[in-house]
């Protein structure tokens, strides 16, 4: 289209438009909000969870009495998304309205609750009904042909299958979440041992695997296979193992469980829902060497940071798990769950929740509601 001719005319349209509907619902007797929820396109995770937040929120009954409320999404430009069939799926399921329409919206200044119209940003924390409610993102037979596919790769391909992603520690950002894969490969060996096949799944690595082991492929889609394969994979696992990714925001969009190494930080975690299990790492004082609890670094105002360097300027190192002790948390976990998913316990507080609740519940509750991960702690 001709930017020239966007700016004479098209863009003058959507005003008058928005005007015209802005006065129109002033008017009308029944009493109605527009809400626009705008969701983030450039990171994969938000793209998995945030229209899963956005339908569960829809299924709420309105209330007798109540402003009747029309919801729709802005999914924001296709060029611009982590996942572009992610994307394309999303349009499909979702009543959206283009961004530059929102971006007007905003500029003219409609989306205060006072004109009826709210445009907020999505949330993909909330969690808590999750496992209440089947996941909206497909389940196919071609998906299912694109997973057996892929595992032929394997020399035993029906064997149930864990997936393993980690965030790379060559981005240089010396964030806390950063791994090699190599630091994974005793785990990969003890899943195989015990049955299953192993992927280690991304879209691109700078990081390859530098090991080959029977029942193991390190996978990258834009490398080895075709758009939507993270999709297939993740909907035909048991579980996957990550240190945050994005990937496992997929896994909890298909409500697989997943298990968080090193999650060093409440800030980032998942805890609104079961499907989410967080090791927590060693922490270390720097000036005496001693371990430090989780009561002590609660204490030490390091129970809600965001960044990975608050923890030095803290007096605190963050131990990272060595490979042994990964491959033997992967074990414990997994003889745990089994293949059976993770169930709340509401009789159950422990006092890791407690604790956290204590200094941090304002914070927690606004954010995920009520605590329903698990805790591993060291």
Same mark, same amino acid.
């Given at each position: 289209?001709?930017?020239s001719?966007?700016?004479?005319i098209?863009k003058?349209?959507?005003?008058?438009?928005?005007?015209?509907?802005?006065?129109?619902?002033?008017?009308?007797?029944?009493?109605i909000?527009i809400e626009v929820?705008?969701?983030?396109?450039r990171?994969?995770g938000?793209?998995?969870l945030?229209?899963?937040?956005?339908?569960?929120?829809?299924?709420?009954?309105?209330?007798?009495?109540?402003?009747?409320?029309?919801?729709?999404?802005?999914?924001?430009?296709?060029?611009n998304?982590?996942?572009?069939?992610?994307?394309?799926i999303?349009?499909?399921?979702?009543?959206?309205?283009?961004?530059?329409?929102?971006?007007?919206?905003?500029?003219?200044?409609?989306?205060?609750?006072?004109?009826?119209?709210?445009?907020?940003?999505?949330?993909?924390?909330?969690?808590?009904?999750?496992?209440?409610?089947?996941?909206?993102?497909?389940?196919?037979?071609?998906?299912?042909?694109?997973?057996e596919?892929?595992?032929?790769? &394997?020399?035993?391909?029906?064997?149930?299958?864990?997936?393993?992603?980690?965030?790379?520690?060559?981005?240089?950002d010396?964030?806390?979440?950063?791994?090699?894969?190599?630091?994974?490969?005793?785990?990969?060996e003890?899943?195989?041992?015990?049955g299953?096949?192993?992927?280690?799944?991304?879209?691109?690595?700078?990081?390859?695997?530098?090991?080959?082991?029977?029942?193991?492929?390190?996978?990258?889609?834009?490398? &080895?296979?075709?758009?939507?394969?993270e999709?297939?994979?993740?909907?035909?696992?048991?579980?996957?193992?990550?240190?945050t990714?994005g990937?496992?925001?997929?896994?909890?969009?298909?409500?697989?469980?997943?298990?968080?190494?090193?999650?060093?930080?409440?800030f980032?975690?998942?805890?609104?829902?079961?499907?989410?299990?967080?090791?927590?790492?060693e922490?270390?004082?720097?000036?005496?060497?001693?371990l430090?609890?989780?009561?002590?670094?609660?204490?030490?105002?390091?129970?809600?940071?965001?960044?990975?360097?608050?923890?030095?300027?803290?007096?605190?190192?963050?131990r990272?798990?060595?490979?042994?002790?990964?491959a033997?948390?992967?074990?414990?976990?997994?003889?745990?769950i089994?293949?059976?998913?993770?169930?709340?316990?509401?009789?159950?507080?422990?006092?890791?929740?407690?604790?956290?609740?204590e200094r941090?519940?304002?914070e927690?509750?606004?954010?995920?509601?009520?605590?329903?991960?698990?805790?591993?702690?060291?």
């Amino acid at each position: 289209m001709d930017l020239s001719f966007f700016k004479r005319i098209v863009k003058p349209a959507i005003t008058a438009i928005i005007w015209s509907f802005r006065i129109l619902i002033r008017q009308t007797w029944v009493p109605i909000r527009i809400e626009v929820v705008v969701m983030e396109p450039r990171f994969f995770g938000h793209q998995c969870l945030e229209p899963e937040v956005f339908l569960m929120d829809s299924l709420e009954p309105q209330k007798p009495n109540r402003v009747r409320e029309m919801r729709f999404a802005c999914l924001g430009k296709r060029a611009n998304a982590a996942n572009q069939t992610l994307w394309d799926i999303r349009k499909k399921q979702l009543r959206s309205i283009p961004s530059w329409v929102v971006s007007e919206v905003v500029r003219q200044e409609f989306g205060r609750t006072s004109d009826k119209i709210l445009v907020r940003h999505a949330d993909y924390h909330r969690l808590n009904r999750l496992t209440q409610t089947p996941t909206s993102l497909p389940i196919s037979r071609e998906l299912s042909s694109r997973y057996e596919t892929i595992c032929e790769l &394997h020399s035993v391909p029906r064997r149930p299958l864990v997936i393993v992603t980690v965030r790379e520690a060559t981005t240089g950002d010396g964030d806390l979440r950063n791994r090699r894969i190599a630091d994974f490969r005793i785990a990969i060996e003890t899943l195989v041992g015990r049955g299953y096949n192993v992927i280690r799944l991304t879209h691109r690595t700078a990081d390859p695997a530098d090991f080959s082991l029977a029942g193991f492929i390190d996978y990258q889609v834009a490398r &080895h296979g075709l758009p939507g394969d993270e999709l297939a994979l993740i909907a035909n696992c048991d579980f996957v193992v990550s240190t945050t990714t994005g990937i496992d925001c997929l896994a909890l969009a298909y409500r697989k469980p997943v298990l968080y190494i090193d999650a060093a930080r409440f800030f980032y975690m998942f805890l609104g829902t079961e499907l989410a299990t967080c090791h927590l790492p060693e922490y270390e004082d720097l000036e005496t060497g001693q371990l430090i609890s989780l009561p002590e670094l609660l204490d030490r105002g390091l129970g809600w940071v965001k960044h990975s360097e608050a923890f030095e300027l803290a007096g605190v190192r963050v131990r990272k798990t060595s490979p042994a002790d990964i491959a033997r948390v992967v074990d414990d976990y997994e003889r745990k769950i089994g293949h059976q998913m993770p169930t709340v316990r509401d009789d159950v507080e422990p006092h890791w929740q407690k604790q956290l609740m204590e200094r941090h519940g304002k914070e927690i509750l606004s954010r995920h509601g009520k605590i329903y991960a698990s805790l591993l702690v060291p």
